[in-house]
């Protein structure tokens, strides 16, 4: 059955993300129960129950989100596989909005429009910061990170990082913990 697939495919895939390594039959498990997966699950649920024509069953999952997990997604939009709301209270994600597969919800965000204009697509593996608001038709690229309390009015590049009110794009710093490059031949001594 098309739904139980999907599960599957989210719990596997939040389980990857989260540990760096296929994950053993427990760590599966106690990827399930966690808050973001059931919320997962029930929108997958609220999907499958559209798809068969039976709207109040998806009305009832959403009602289930909101009020044990705070979180409220709105039917016309589209979550990709093993997205991860890492905490679930305060985020809204409304209208006809993508979110990518394994997209990093850290709490308290907001992906919504400007005076009903139009909803953000969000790439693959995006990293939303807590308090972060995406507002409008922008687009997010592949694997990019928005900073915590951020306001993001625009597109933002894959890979890059957006910080600040409104939120600034600059590209990701290098690790902090890099090595020095060894002096080449022509440096100065
Ligand atoms: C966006 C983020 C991933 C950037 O990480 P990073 O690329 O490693 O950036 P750094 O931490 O090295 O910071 C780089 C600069 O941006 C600033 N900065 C970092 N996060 C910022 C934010 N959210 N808003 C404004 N400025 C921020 C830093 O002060 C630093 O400034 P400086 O260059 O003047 O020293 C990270 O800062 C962030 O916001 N993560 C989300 C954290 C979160 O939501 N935690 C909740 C957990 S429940």
Do not use: C, W
Request: glycine share 14%; hydrophobic share 40%.
């Amino acid at each position: 059955m098309r739904v139980l697939r999907e599960i599957g495919r989210d719990v596997t895939a939040v389980a990857r993300k989260l540990r760096g390594a296929p994950p053993t039959v427990g760590q599966l498990v106690s990827t399930m129960s966690h808050d973001g997966s059931v919320v997962l699950t029930l929108s997958r649920l609220a999907e499958a129950a559209r798809r068969h024509r039976v709207p109040l069953l998806g009305g009832v999952m959403r009602r289930l989100q909101t009020s044990l997990f705070g979180i409220e997604i709105s039917r016309d939009a589209r979550l990709g596989e093993g997205v991860i709301f890492l905490h679930t209270v305060g985020v809204v994600i409304g209208g006809d909005s993508r979110i990518g597969d394994r997209v990093l919800f850290l709490g308290s965000i907001t992906v919504g429009s400007v005076n009903s204009g139009g909803y953000p697509t969000i790439g693959n593996d995006v990293v939303i910061g807590a308090g972060a608001r995406i507002l409008g038709p922008v687009t997010i690229g592949d694997g990019a990170s928005i900073g915590a309390n951020a306001v993001v009015l625009r597109d933002v590049p894959a890979g890059a990082v957006a910080l600040g009110v409104p939120a600034v794009v600059r590209s990701r710093r290098e690790p902090r913990n890099t090595p020095p490059s060894p002096p080449s031949p022509t440096d100065d001594p």
